[in-house]
């Protein structure tokens, strides 16, 4: 049974850093790119970075480059998010993601920047 497991969310004042982590299970995690996204309240869900089998990864949204970085530990089956310079604006629910013929997501976490 596919299963992916965010955690790592939660409340950091702007300027301040998180690390999401996913941890999977269930399917050939080495040999699958990953995917994070976000969703803020009232928003659709937008890609924030895909990293490959090789550790490659790249960030989309110009607001996030050179703040979040990817990185994953294939021997753990878990990729992390790392979120540096957190801004108000980066609150959202965050989601890791993979597709083998449909899209597979984990529940979500969480993370709110505020003062």
């Known amino acids: 049974q596919v299963q992916l497991v965010e955690s790592g969310g939660g409340l950091v004042q702007p300027g301040g850093s998180l690390r999401l982590s996913c941890k999977a299970a269930?399917?050939?995690?080495?040999?699958?790119?990953m995917m994070w996204y976000r969703q803020a309240q009232g928003t659709e869900r937008e890609l924030v970075g895909i990293?490959?089998?090789?550790?490659?990864?790249?960030t989309y949204p110009p607001s996030v480059k050179g703040r979040f970085t990817l990185s994953r530990e294939n021997a753990r089956n878990t990729v992390y998010l790392q979120l540096n310079s957190l801004k108000p604006e980066d609150t959202a629910v965050y989601y890791c993601?993979?597709?083998?013929?449909?899209?597979?997501w984990g529940q979500g976490t969480q993370v709110t920047v505020s003062s």
């Open positions: 993601n993979f597709w083998d013929k449909r899209d597979y």
């Open positions: 990293i490959d089998i090789n550790s490659r990864s790249e």
């Open positions: 269930g399917f050939e995690f080495s040999n699958t790119v």
